[in-house]
């Protein structure tokens, strides 16, 4: 279902702050191809709670339908998806599983059912071997309802994905509204520049800035740690700025941070274009938590 990171994780991004200094050398732009493409993490948020009956029409005995209903229970719950190993509950989303013997291989057809009894979502299952299935090997419904499990919550991301297309009120079918609180933690003018810069380019085409959190669908925050010399003369200075995302709820919903080391003292008064390169990778990836949380990459799911 959409994307949201998963309780208690966030999605780190790892971010070399290019161009820190004149005459410092190439440094490596992870953003400037395809910004925050490594590291990301979609999370789905699924219904409320879904039910994972024993399969009465899977070709299994009900002892080993109800083994197999409870490992796939326990695989999703790993994934963040609040299954519980049970019959349907009236109000809940289910999971209808049945399987066909086609030639010498058993093909189990996983299908997912609104609360008000509609198919939103189905796929085969991987094929696994006719004798095998009729053995109801105790590790082998372990490894199929593990199988059966990730694939069951793509199912889940497209049906969500298809949701939000449908709703007007969707992050997919408009602007996203981002309240940029500022930097804090900066040496010399480097809160006043890093700030100036990020409300520059954080409106795109899908994001918008306001200047106030009511309404806001995420907030964003930077803050600036640097270290102390490691000498006191021509040292080495370890500067972290960190971007932190969160949603309309008040959760994070990623973080960006870069890391870098400076000559000691050159970021003590004016930042310049310092602050102008930090703040270009930065909102690239900013850019990509958001969209990742909202679903974007995902197609809708098609029911059957």
Known sequence: MSVMLPRASAVALALSLAGLLAGCGDLPQPFAENPGAEALR???????RLDIPPPAHALLADAQAQQ??????????????????????????????DASLEGDQVVPRYRIVSPAGKVRASANGTPVPADAWASADPALLKANAQLAAAQVSTML???????????????????????FTGVTGAPGNGNLELARQMAVLLPDGHNTLQTTARNADYTVSG?????KPDRA????????????V??????????????HDVPAHSLDGYWGDVAADAAQEAASGIHEVIANNEGRPHP????S
């Open 68 to 97: 197999w209903s409870q490992a796939l229970a326990d695989s999703l719950l790993l994934k963040e998806v609040p299954a519980v190993a049970q019959p349907a509950r009236k109000g809940d989303w289910h999971l209808v599983v």
């Open 157 to 179: 991301t497209g049906i969500q994905a298809a949701v939000a297309q449908a709703d007007p009120n969707s992050l997919l079918n408009r602007p996203t509204r981002i309240w």
């Open 246 to 259: 969160q949603n309309a709820k008040g959760h994070e919903a990623g973080k960006a941070t870069q890391l």
């Open 300 to 303: 809708p799911a098609s029911g």
């Open 233 to 244: 003369s021509d040292g080495v200075q370890h500067i972290e700025i960190v971007w932190t």
């Open 223 to 227: 803050h600036v740690t640097i270290s």
């Open 42 to 48: 979609l999370a789905t948020p699924p219904p409320a």
